[in-house]
């Protein structure tokens, strides 16, 4: 697909402030920009991006009402559902002045692309004539099992009781009920209104996949059969386009060198993402887990994910001293360079769906331990589905970690989930190449965008 100078019209990108989504927006961007494209990052105050990340890039920020108590609450269900009321008449105003600007027809904006969960785009975009597309950011799976939690909604079987959380779902195989993609916060009325208007695909001309078709195929032709609109899965992302960072924390780099001196895939990397938390029993349970395990580790303890404490000084004192060179903890990692590096021979993770697709890229097999949402579905298609991981079924309890450890990067059962895990690269990576699913799909985008 060749760059095309004349192609140099605009693309207004609208990611969802958190870190998992912004990524997959700024890789978005960064693709259609090898691509010939100019592209404008309209963004909220809050989580806003770092604009030296991507210096090609336009970035406007709007502003996006939240409160202090907002912010500090955490609860991302009330953060979404307060930003799709407030920040309509704003985007339609920085839209409307960037159209009034244009100085050239190759200034017009060409469509508008935006985060499934900011869908008060649509509706920006349909009043100033401009085509729009969705991008989710998240597994096809997922998709499907939020479209069930409102039926399972409407019959009145969620909230579920604790009873049915192992029983099947209908017609949702292989997820239980404790799989559903359920919220952080007990909010469930706001979160399914949330969920049903994400799911409405309106006018939107197409529907962005941060996944691919060799990995979810059935889900996805599931899905193509709903909608009238073409779905264009254009995953991994990362691995797409050029790469990008867009870290909203700073990501400490000298855990590289650590890597460095460790033997090949002896090293457990675990990371739980960007939202999820945990309180310090879970904290040091977790902590002797991988003491116990022998294995050495790298472990992203993001500073206030353990609840209480402002970052490590909760682990216990006979810990610290017990690791020495066994462990290095750090704040941030930079995640892709660590899953791509060598040494490293597992992934403890949430299962977010950029850690799952950067581990599943690498070929890391995985120890799921999902917090919350979509990360449930993830850990269930990892460990039941393309079975490249475990999951542990216990909140967090130290003997069952050190056992999971060991099996992942000692034993047989983890030699097979990383074979697998080596074979699904494979597949993946011929996405990717010219004439793979991916690489066709960016160009029907890039065709349907022109067009
Ligand atoms: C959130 C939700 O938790 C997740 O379920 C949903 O799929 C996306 O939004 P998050 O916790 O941010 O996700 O996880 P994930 O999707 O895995 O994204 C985290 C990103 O941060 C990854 O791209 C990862 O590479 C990056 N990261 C994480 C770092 O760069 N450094 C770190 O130390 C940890």
């Known amino acids: 697909m060749g760059k095309n100078s004349e192609r140099r019209r605009q693309l207004v990108l609208l990611p969802c402030p958190f870190q998992g989504h912004i990524n997959s927006m700024l890789q978005l961007g960064t693709i259609l920009h090898s691509q010939g494209f100019s592209i404008t990052i309209v963004h909220t105050k809050f989580n806003s991006p770092n604009p030296s990340t991507h210096p090609n890039f336009n970035f406007l920020p709007i502003p996006d009402g939240l409160s202090d108590n907002d912010i500090s609450s955490g609860d991302t269900v009330t953060i979404l559902w307060e930003i799709n009321v407030n920040c309509k008449s704003h985007f339609h105003e920085c839209l409307s002045q960037m159209m009034m600007a244009r100085q050239g027809p190759h200034d017009d904006v060409a469509c508008i692309i935006y985060d499934e969960f900011m869908y008060f785009s649509e509706a920006v975009a349909n009043s100033l004539k401009l085509p729009s597309i969705i991008l989710t950011t998240m597994s096809a799976a997922t998709f499907l099992a939020r479209s069930a939690l409102l039926r399972l909604m409407a019959e009145g079987r969620v909230p579920f009781q604790d009873s049915m959380s192992q029983d099947p779902v209908p017609e949702l195989h292989p997820l239980r009920y404790k799989d559903l993609p359920i919220p952080m916060s007990g909010k469930y009325d706001t979160f399914l209104k949330l969920v049903f208007e994400a799911y409405k695909i309106r006018t939107s001309s197409a529907i962005i996949w941060n996944t691919m078709d060799c990995l979810e195929p059935s889900l996805l032709a599931q899905i193509q059969q709903q909608f009238q ?130 581990s599943i890229f690498e070929g890391i097999p995985m120890i799921c331990r999902p917090c919350f949402g979509d990360q449930r579905v993830n850990a269930r298609y990892v460990s039941h589905v393309w079975k490249v991981g475990l999951e542990l079924e216990n909140e967090m309890e130290r003997g069952e970690i050190e056992r999971a450890v060991r099996k992942v990067m000692a034993e047989k059962e983890g030699e097979a989930l990383r074979e697998r895990a080596k074979n699904l690269k494979e597949n993946i990576e011929l996405c990717i190449k010219e004439g793979g699913s991916s690489y066709n799909s960016l160009n029907r985008l890039v065709e349907m965008i022109m067009s």
């Open 229 to 358: 609109v073409p779905m264009l899965p254009l995953g991994p992302m990362h691995k797409l386009g050029p790469a990008s960072g867009s870290s909203l924390w700073k990501e400490d780099t000298s855990c590289m060198a650590w890597l460095g001196k460790q033997s090949k895939h002896s090293v457990i990397y675990v990371s739980l993402g960007s939202i999820a938390s945990m309180d310090e029993k879970q904290l040091a349970e977790l902590a002797w887990g991988l003491a116990s395990s022998q294995h050495p580790f790298l472990w992203v303890v993001r500073p206030g994910s353990i609840r209480g404490s402002e970052w490590i000084e909760a682990l216990p004192k006979d810990f610290k001293e017990n690791i020495e060179e066994k462990g290095c903890i750090v704040k941030w990692a930079p995640q892709k360079e660590v899953l791509a590096h060598g040494a490293v021979g597992g992934f403890l993770t949430h299962c977010g769906w950029n850690s799952t697709l950067e």
